[in-house]
């Protein structure tokens, strides 16, 4: 079987170069910029980079933005009160809280006090509610990536059976009102599916959310069928890399662990997936790509709403 590998990147690159045009004309016909404020409190190393790509790539589409990095002690009153100036700020059109936030401070309350006009991650409760009614609503960025790399790949979604696996309020769950919506028939497994290969092995498109590296093997994926690798975790094992890349990729995943210390892969042992789907998702270089241009394309779309046009 030959596998069309779904370029994250390619996508990521046109809906960018969409929304910086978009931009471009906001601002010649209206005389404004689309503003989005990133809120991040100490120092997850992750959380640094993944806020720090977000800054770059506004800027990169002429997306205003302003970054909020509070020190990690900052109390859950402090951080609220900063949620609330930038919910009362005209000038921000998006609020990003970047998670994890330390233990101390109640993340739910923190999200739910974003205002559900400027929530550009899509986790508020009033827009989960517009999701799941079928409504407009801002969108979790990831799952709405994923349906835009199976659209703009030209993957047939109505009518197919889509089977995800993984329940989380930020994946799982939104993306199986995405794919319900595109008029798939879903199916969601998580932790406790009985056997979950016998399922996953019947989807057109399988959809791995899950935490565990390469975790969907060969006897999970059905011959010919569309898998998206949603999944990011650190692989280091030498002893195994043969059982996980193909062998063109070996040597390159090999080189990177003994010169970093490790490699990404996604959920999906790629070189099963190589072996038995018709279309995949490469990690690095697939869905992540996706996540940080819908976030943008959330924030334009925020703007526009909020400001009636
Ligand atoms: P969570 O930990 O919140 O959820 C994981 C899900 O996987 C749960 O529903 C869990 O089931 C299920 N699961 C765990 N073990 C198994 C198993 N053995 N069999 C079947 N299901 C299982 O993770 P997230 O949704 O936040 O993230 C999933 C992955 O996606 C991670 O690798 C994360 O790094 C990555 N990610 C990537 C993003 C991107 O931009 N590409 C963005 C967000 C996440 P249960 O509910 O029963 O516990």
């Known amino acids: 079987m030959t596998t069309r590998i ?26 404004w910029r689309p503003c989005l404020a990133a809120v991040r409190v100490g120092q997850d190393p992750a959380s640094e ?47 990003l809280v970047q998670l994890p936030l330390p233990r101390h401070i109640n993340e739910r309350e923190i999200l739910e006090a974003i205002d559900p006009a400027k929530d550009v991650d899509g986790f508020h409760p ?51 009102m995405l794919l319900l919506k595109e008029n798939a028939t879903v199916t969601i497994c ?17 959809v791995a959310a899950i935490g565990r590296a390469g975790f969907i093997r060969g006897e999970h994926i059905g011959a010919g069928s569309t898998v998206i690798d949603v999944g990011i975790n650190n692989f280091s094992d030498m002893e195994t890399a043969s059982e996980m890349f193909p062998a063109e990729d070996l040597e390159k995943r090999i080189a990177t662990i003994e010169k970093r210390g490790s490699t990404l892969v996604g959920d999906v042992n790629p070189k099963d997936a190589m072996e038995k789907a018709a279309n995949f998702t490469p990690v690095p270089g697939g869905v ?22």
């Open 6 to 31: 779904l370029s994250g990147k390619t996508i990521a690159d046109a809906i960018k170069s969409e929304i910086a045009a978009e931009v471009k004309t906001v601002e010649i016909e209206h005389g």
């Open 49 to 95: 980079v993944y806020v720090g790509n977000k800054v770059k790539t506004a800027a990169e589409l002429g997306i205003i933005s302003e970054h909020h990095h509070l020190p990690v002690e900052t109390s859950h009153e402090d951080l609220l009160a900063l949620v609330h100036d930038l919910n009362a700020n005209n000038d921000v059109d998006g609020i």
């Open 126 to 176: 009033e827009n989960v509610g517009r999701l799941s009614l079928g409504y407009p609503s801002l969108v979790p960025c990831t799952p709405a990536g994923v349906v835009e790399i199976l659209k703009r790949s030209d993957i047939e979604i109505a009518g197919k059976h889509a089977v995800i696996v993984g329940r989380s309020n930020i994946v799982g769950k939104p993306l199986a």
């Open 190 to 206: 998580h932790s406790r599916t009985a056997d979950l290969a016998e399922i996953t092995s019947q989807a057109d498109i399988l």
């Open 288 to 309: 992540g790509l996706l996540t940080v241009a819908m976030l943008m394309k959330n924030t334009v779309t925020a703007a526009k709403m909020r400001r009636k046009i």
